[in-house]
């Protein structure tokens, strides 16, 4: 596969500009003036040894999808079928004229990310924040510290049921009375997690009368 550089538009008589239609005080307008898209024209072009083949895809279309892909929160489908839908993706994936069909097929995103890999990922962050310096919305002091919202991640973190709390509670007096050389006449070690757990399949199936009595016997 080879890269093929895309070629100057020339006007045409028969297709309107995309310049011509949107509003150029648009976010993704000024955004797409702010970024250095030359700079993936150049680097990744060293993804594509081969000069033989079919043409790859234009290197800004596709750091602009993969842009408007993580700022929109979209598949690869989403994001193909958004740019046909909205003349201001095209314009900012550096389309010049208005056209109803898709540029490439989502599967092509995939094999993109593959080509490039992370370091052309970290291009597509490091060009991002540039531009947000040039436009005044990021500053050095915002730089020294990153923010990260984990309200949604997952955490190893279980609920402290009753079940878990008498079961905590039980397998530390009997690690207290071991250091202290008290001998236990039993330690339910095998009889408690066995209760444990039909706790939780009692109360999963509803069946709380058993629930209750599981429970009693576990805390005594």
């Not at 540029?103 to 540039?130: C, H």
């Not at 397998?171 to 997690?193: H, K, S």
Request: proline share 5%; charged share 30%.
């Amino acid at each position: 596969m080879k890269l093929r550089l895309r070629p100057e538009e020339q006007d045409d008589l028969l297709r309107p500009r995309l310049v011509d239609m949107i509003d150029m005080r648009h976010e993704l307008v000024k955004l797409a003036e702010l970024i250095d898209w030359e700079f993936f024209e150049t680097e990744w072009a060293g993804f594509f040894p081969s000069s033989k083949g079919r043409p790859a895809s234009s290197p800004r279309l596709v750091a602009g999808l993969m842009y408007l892909q993580h700022a929109y929160r979209l598949s690869d489908e989403a994001a193909i079928a958004r740019w046909v839908d909205s003349p201001y993706f095209r314009h900012f994936t550096g389309e010049t004229f208005f056209q109803h069909r898709p540029p490439i097929d989502p599967s092509s995103l995939v094999r993109w990310r593959k080509r490039i890999g992370e370091e052309g990922v970290e291009w597509l962050l490091t060009k991002t924040i540039e531009a947000g310096r040039k436009s005044g919305a990021v500053d050095e002091r915002s730089l020294s510290r990153v923010a990260v919202d984990t309200t949604f991640m997952e955490k190893n973190i279980a609920h402290p049921t009753d079940t878990r709390l008498y079961e905590k509670a039980r397998r530390r007096l009997v690690a207290l009375a071991v250091e202290a050389g008290i001998e236990l006449r039993q330690t339910y070690n095998r009889l408690a997690p066995r209760l444990a757990a039909q706790v939780g399949r009692y109360a999963h199936a509803r069946q709380f009368r058993r629930m209750r009595k599981a429970l009693r016997r576990l805390k005594g």
